[in-house]
T-cell receptor, first 113, second 114 residues
Framework: EAGVVQSPRYKIIEKKQPVAFWCNPI?????LYWYLQNLGQGPELLIR????????DSQLPKDRFSAERLKGVDSTLKIQPAELGDSAVYLC???????????FGPGTRLTVL | AQSVTQLGSHVSVSEGALVLLRCNYS??????LFWYVQYPNQGLQLLLK??????LVKGINGFEAEFKKSETSFHLTKPSAHMSDAAEYFC????????????FGTGTSLTVIP
């Protein structure tokens, strides 16, 4: 069974540029999560989807971050414009339901110059 | 509010020695508790989880953790460290009254000395 797939694995951009990350969850997993992981820290939830509905986006900085999961399967997280402080690893996870074990992808490491 | 505290951001043990990684939680209701491991440049992998069944939980790769309500702890142990255990370990808590949101600790980096 394929795990959670994320792309790209690494991204380097200049500040003020836009960037997008893509995540394909494990087949059959209805719940999808985007996390931010700063260096030396644990993951912090940005947004959680139940199917195509964002049920928890309270920690998503909506002035520059946006996310979508149009068909309830794969998802895209966008930053526009990127700031230096956005340099981090962006993790995607999925679970069968909102109460089940989360399975994580390898993450996208973003560097903003 | 839920939170997780991992004591010791770095732990070093000799190969073959006992591994003990500490985790304390705060939760107003009985929580679900998890340990994840993260190898360099990889995502988090579930080691084990406590979901209100047996208080001693066995996980993969010889790890286990014991839920102690009186101490609000969920420490991770392994009797004999292996070189391949070197990684970052995260404790996480999920409480039903918070919309099932996960709260992660800041992580403990384990170094295994040959």
């Amino acid at each position: 069974e394929a795990g959670v797939v994320q792309s790209p694995r690494y991204k380097i951009i200049e500040k003020k540029q836009p960037v997008a990350f893509w995540c394909n969850p494990i087949s059959g997993h209805n719940t999808l999560y985007w996390y931010l992981q700063n260096l030396g820290q644990g993951p912090e939830l940005l947004i959680r989807y139940e199917n195509e509905e964002a049920v928890d986006d309270s920690q998503l900085p909506k002035d520059r971050f946006s996310a979508e999961r149009l068909k309830g399967v794969d998802s895209t997280l966008k930053i526009q414009p990127a700031e230096l402080g956005d340099s981090a690893v962006y993790l995607c996870a999925s679970s069968i339901g909102g109460t089940d074990t989360q399975y994580f992808g390898p993450g996208t490491r973003l560097t903003v110059l | 509010a839920q939170s997780v505290t991992q004591l010791g951001s770095h732990v070093s043990v000799s190969e073959g020695a006992l591994v003990l990684l500490r985790c304390n939680y705060s939760s107003s209701v009985p929580p679900y508790l998890f340990w994840y491991v993260q190898y360099p440049n990889q995502g988090l992998q579930l080691l084990l989880k406590y979901t209100s069944a047996a208080t001693l939980v066995k996980g993969i790769n010889g790890f286990e953790a014991e839920f102690k309500k009186s101490e609000t702890s969920f420490h991770l142990t392994k009797p004999s460290a292996h070189m391949s255990d070197a990684a970052e370990y995260f404790c996480a808590v999920r409480a039903p009254n918070t919309g099932n949101q996960f709260y992660f600790g800041t992580g403990t980096s384990l170094t295994v000395i040959p």
